[in-house]
């Protein structure tokens, strides 16, 4: 569950996952052989790998549009998170924006390639006395090493929490919460997501996020996923952008691949 405003960010408020790296809450009912992959949505799967446990989440990429005075950018973001489980209850997370291009058109036209930030972060599934209600906590610190500008020298971090209730007919509601302080200010996003389908090889949802700040999440949209045999995840996401601060678009193709 993607993911600092300098890194691989529009100018305007980016529709963010990161989680970080959001590039979208799924209530993540784990397709996969019980992985909780984190893709696609706004928020994070409310469960852990298990210890040893790995997993690669990798956009197709991420796509970014937004219009504003005359002017068109397109921003595309190959958003890779690796997930190893410390324990049954605890991982370690490390996203990165490894490929990041963008076109502008205007009067001041522009096209850029290069590398973002990473974020190491550390996610931790709470306890639950209730079978239908899971809870977790992502906590992220930005590592500088991306190159202008989609790189950044401002200290960023944030804290997630993800909540999910186990509703009838395998659907599920998802509500998601994050801060997020960093050197050019502070933001928060609330988002509610449903599960409105879930079959064996497939999941639906819809979701919104409203927020405040830079790094917030801005928007209304859904997704879908597919299980690829035991291991494997393919999904497909969109956003539209509900403020003048947000992007216009948001959505995206990704592939998740994991062991437990």
């Known amino acids: 569950m993607s993911s600092s405003s300098a890194s691989a ?17 799924v209530p993540v009912v784990a397709l996969a052989d019980d992985i909780p992959f984190d893709r696609p949505g706004i928020p994070f799967a409310t469960e852990t790998l298990k210890a040893g446990g790995f997993a690669w989440e990798q956009g197709l ?40 291009s963008e076109h502008d058109t205007g009067a001041a036209r522009f096209t850029g390639h290069g590398a973002g930030d990473s974020t190491l972060g550390l996610k931790i599934a709470l306890p639950s006395q209730r079978e239908a209600f899971s809870w977790a906590l992502l906590l992220n610190a930005q590592v500088a090493r991306g190159r202008s500008p989609y790189g950044s020298d401002a200290h960023t971090r944030s804290l997630g929490l993800s909540t999910q209730w186990a ?38 949802y819809v979701e919104a996020g409203i927020g405040h700040g830079q790094d917030s999440t801005q928007g209304v949209g859904g997704g879908i996923a ?4 035991d291991h494997a995840q393919l ?25 437990q």
């Open 167 to 204: 509703l009838a007919d395998q659907r599920a509601l998802t509500l998601f919460a994050e801060a997020v302080d960093s050197d050019e200010g502070h933001s928060w996003t609330f988002a509610p997501n449903l599960t409105v389908i879930k079959r064996e090889s497939w999941q639906a």
């Open 235 to 259: 999904d497909v996401s969109l956003l539209r952008g509900t403020t003048s601060d947000a992007a216009d678009w948001q959505g995206g193709l990704g592939v998740s691949i994991g062991f």
């Open 226 to 229: 597919w299980s690829l045999g």
């Open 9 to 25: 960010s529009s100018p305007r408020t980016r529709l963010h996952r990161r989680w970080a790296g959001l590039l979208l809450l």
């Open 61 to 100: 990429p991420d796509i970014t549009l937004d219009r504003s005075d005359g002017t068109t950018q397109r921003q595309y973001v190959a958003d890779t998170v690796l997930r190893l489980g410390l324990t049954d209850a605890v991982e370690l997370q490390l996203a990165s924006d490894t490929q990041v």
